[in-house]
């Protein structure tokens, strides 16, 4: 079953021998049953594959015994290391089914429990990742709009969600052979009229204006995302959604030409998420208090800045080269737990920061290595 091409030409060449894959012909499914090449072989090889199939594994150990001749012989390898955990790809399929959706296909599974799970893994396309990044909170309005501690809180609260340890263990699996790290420029708190509403044109031409004034810094910006924080009540805005729909952030970036060079300025828009009366939600809103909310959603943009940067280029140029990590149906690491989840508040938590008794809000992030969200780690997942 799918063996390397380099020893499986040398057993072409001595054995009456086929190589067979699960995706693309000669396809075999040791899964299913076979009753026609039941006592057929000397020997089936497995290399790496059972590792991969649905459970129970019993099912395809049994088939491959029925397809050996007497005394034939299976020869199983799976990839492991003495300092493994167990970590079963897909332990709570029960019943499941892959579906087409956008380009590709999502594996939907109804848990024995009755809980919904959908595998829809992230993909690194090849664009732009940024594992060595650095940030600048931007408070739209004026200081007549804030609250002087909820500037204070989230500056803090979004550093250490950045550089903390165990969250981080989560995201390093999209960043191999490299070391994650976050720096926070001070921030900034703009004195203007508070804006009613904003389009993605509208954070756009506020970025740019920063870059043409000189309120933010020239110097790395191919690392920087200068994250606008809407003051209380400002609607956020991107094409027909909003924050009165649902709409907490965005993140994106934009190309200017300043003296013959190019440049480009990445930014998030990120809503005070609150509730605008009873029954009027303005952005996200789970926790109890809005500046958590928008900690919540900086983290969100923040992650997506660093997996997948150049998101805005790719939609415009309709290429997925410039992607980094998105899943086949084009959801990024934040997207896909609050698209699943039944209820917001088991992916948006307050988790102890490591090595402290501080809290800090956040939103869980998508992780391949366990199919869905996943909260702090004491060690990153196994490849
Ligand atoms: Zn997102």
Redesign the pocket.
Same mark, same amino acid.
Do not use: A, F, P
């Given at each position: 079953m799918s063996d390397q091409p380099g020893y499986a030409r040398i057993l072409a060449d001595k054995f009456d021998y086929t190589n067979t894959y699960y995706d693309r012909e000669p396809r075999f499914d040791f899964t299913a049953a076979h009753p026609e090449a039941y006592g057929s072989y000397d020997f089936i090889l497995s290399a790496d594959v059972i590792e991969h199939i649905a459970p129970p594994v019993e099912r395809a150990l049994e088939e491959a015994c029925r397809l050996l001749k007497p005394h034939g012989i299976l020869g199983i390898t799976v990839f492991c290391h003495p300092s493994d955990q167990l970590r079963e790809h897909f332990p709570d399929l029960s019943q499941y089914r892959v579906v087409p959706l956008g380009d590709g296909m999502v594996l939907i599974n109804r848990r024995a429990d009755g809980t919904l799970e959908i595998c829809d893994d992230l993909i690194f396309h090849g664009g732009k990742t940024v594992p060595q990044m650095e940030f600048q909170n931007v408070y739209l309005g004026s200081a007549a709009d804030w609250a002087a501690s909820d500037i204070t809180f989230i500056d803090r609260a979004i550093t250490l969600a950045m550089r903390d340890k165990r969250m981080n263990n989560v995201m390093v699996q999209y960043f191999p052979g490299t070391s994650l790290a976050c720096d926070p420029r001070p921030s900034l708190a703009l004195d203007e009229t508070k804006p009613t509403q904003l389009d993605e044109p509208d954070v756009q031409a506020t970025v740019i204006a920063l870059y043409d004034s000189g309120q933010i810094k020239k110097t790395s910006l191919g690392s920087t995302i200068f994250n606008l924080v809407l003051p209380p009540g400002t609607i956020l805005r991107l094409g027909a959604s909003s924050s009165l729909h649902g709409l907490g =952030?965005? !993140?994106g970036s934009v190309h200017i030409n300043r003296g013959g060079k190019r440049r480009t300025l990445y930014y998030s828009a990120n809503v005070y998420s609150q509730m605008l009366s009873a029954t009027k939600e303005n952005g996200i809103t789970v926790f109890n208090k809005p500046w958590k909310n928008v900690v919540a959603t900086l983290y !969100? +943009?923040l992650n +997506?800045f660093r997996t997948d940067a150049d998101v805005n280029d790719a939609i415009q140029t309709g290429s997925n080269d410039a992607l980094g990590w998105t899943s086949r149906a084009g959801? +990024?690491? =934040?997207?896909q737990p609050?698209f699943a989840a039944q209820s917001l508040s088991l992916v948006f938590k307050e988790v102890t920061a490591t090595g402290s008794t501080k809290k800090i809000p956040l939103q869980f992030m998508y992780s391949n290595a366990v199919h869905g969200a996943e909260g702090p780690i004491a060690q990153p997942p196994l490849g």
């Open positions: =952030g965005y !993140h !969100h +943009e +997506e959801q +990024e690491c =934040g997207d609050i």
